[in-house]
């Protein structure tokens, strides 16, 4: 644990701290006043994949320029590549996969005839997932791809090409795009594999801010079923223990200091799993999330967002263990007032 006279309080959240009879609401009643969480990716979020990586495909690949306007009637070139992807007929290809600029051009089903051809091409892959969640910024094709199978597609590709970062980074992205504001895509997702799949993503890449950033928001939608059965949402949980994710938010929260993206989301996820769940509390615990969390807190000029999401997942953390409580007032300057 960082020592006390290390931390350094910011002025205005020491000024806001509560008296000694709310010091326990200050950190568990902050969940219902957080800022607005997007579960889809924004546009301009993320880059395209920037090069091929398959070393059967050694030239660069080019960027977002030329990709025709999701809605636009296909071109004459668009229709072939379409045809020539149908042609694909969902079986494994000896032949080389299109290009990223063909993949690029390619509708909703023609992009799920690829997945289904080159599953284990990471290129191809990524490269599909980056169009994917592009095209799925439209209801319309969400629909669409979601009848394709593309939910599950994507997931298998997570599972089959785990050391692949690219591939790992664009199918988060592409599944936040697919399954967000919505229970019956989640709960696909959640069949498919889902949450291990982006648990071990996170655990293979814990060095990679972007797949932690996604791989976490999209840890947190999954976690948010509305109308999860409670056997549904035992699943989900068990899944996330099961992963070791406590010890794995630990190593990206530590890997990322003051990465504002990944730490907020981070938090986001632990608040939405470890609320009410003993044992999710005592390994966060375990992990040291408690120090970690309160570090976070009393950050200098910490982002007010970030600051709100980790007094949540503290306050989840500490919320029903009188030594978890113990634990998290030494971790405060102001604590020993308080206690």
Same mark, same amino acid.
């Given at each position: ?31 219902? &006043? *957080?800022?607005?969480?997007?579960? %889809? ?27 025709? !306007? ?13 045809? @020539? ?18 993949? @690029? ?10 997945? &289904?051809?080159?599953?284990? %091409? ?6 599909? $997932? ?17 009848? =394709? ?39 696909? $997702? ?6 291990? !799949?982006?648990? &071990? ?51 990206? *929260? ?14 986001? $996820?632990?608040?939405?799993?470890? %609320? ?6 005592? @390994?966060?615990?375990?992990?040291? *999330?408690?120090? &970690? *969390? ?16 980790? %007094? ?6 500490? =919320? ?20």
């Amino acid at each position: 644990m960082a020592e006390q006279g290390s931390l350094k309080p910011d002025k205005d959240a020491v000024a806001a701290m509560p008296n000694e009879g709310n010091w326990l609401d200050f950190f568990t009643d902050t969940f219902r &006043k *957080l800022g607005p969480f997007s579960e %889809r990716v924004s546009e301009g979020d993320l880059p395209s994949p920037a090069q091929s990586m398959d070393t059967a495909r050694g030239k660069q690949e080019g960027s977002d320029e030329g990709l025709a !306007a999701t809605g636009e009637h296909a071109s004459e070139e668009q229709e072939v590549l379409n045809a @020539k992807a149908a042609t694909l007929g969902g079986s494994h290809s000896s032949a080389e996969p299109p290009s990223s600029d063909e993949i @690029k051009k390619m509708d909703v089903a023609a992009i799920v005839g690829v997945l &289904k051809a080159y599953p284990m %091409r990471a290129h191809a892959v990524a490269n599909c $997932a980056d169009t994917l969640r592009i095209r799925c910024r439209e209801s319309a094709n969400v629909i669409q791809a979601t009848e =394709l199978g593309a939910i599950e597609l994507v997931v298998q590709s997570m599972t089959k090409l785990q050391t692949m970062d690219q591939v790992q980074l664009y199918c988060l992205v592409a599944l936040r795009n697919l399954v967000s504001g919505d229970n019956a895509r989640k709960r696909r $997702a959640v069949e498919a594999g889902c949450v291990p !799949a982006l648990c &071990k993503a996170v655990a293979k890449h814990t060095a990679h801010a972007g797949i932690c950033e996604h791989g976490y928001a999209l840890a947190t939608i999954l976690g948010s079923i509305s109308d999860a059965s409670a056997e549904e949402q035992l699943a989900i949980k068990r899944s996330i223990i099961d992963s070791g994710a406590y010890k794995t938010i630990a190593e990206v *929260l530590n890997a990322h200091d003051g990465v504002t993206a990944v730490e907020q989301n981070a938090c986001l $996820a632990i608040n939405s799993f470890a %609320r009410d769940e003993e044992t999710h509390c005592d @390994k966060a615990h375990q992990a040291g *999330l408690i120090q &970690k *969390l309160a570090t976070i807190v009393q950050r200098k000029n910490v982002d007010k967002l970030l600051w709100q999401a980790s %007094r949540a997942a503290l306050g989840a953390i500490i =919320l029903d263990s009188a030594e978890r409580k113990k634990e998290a007032k030494k971790c405060f300057p102001w604590g020993t007032v308080l206690c």
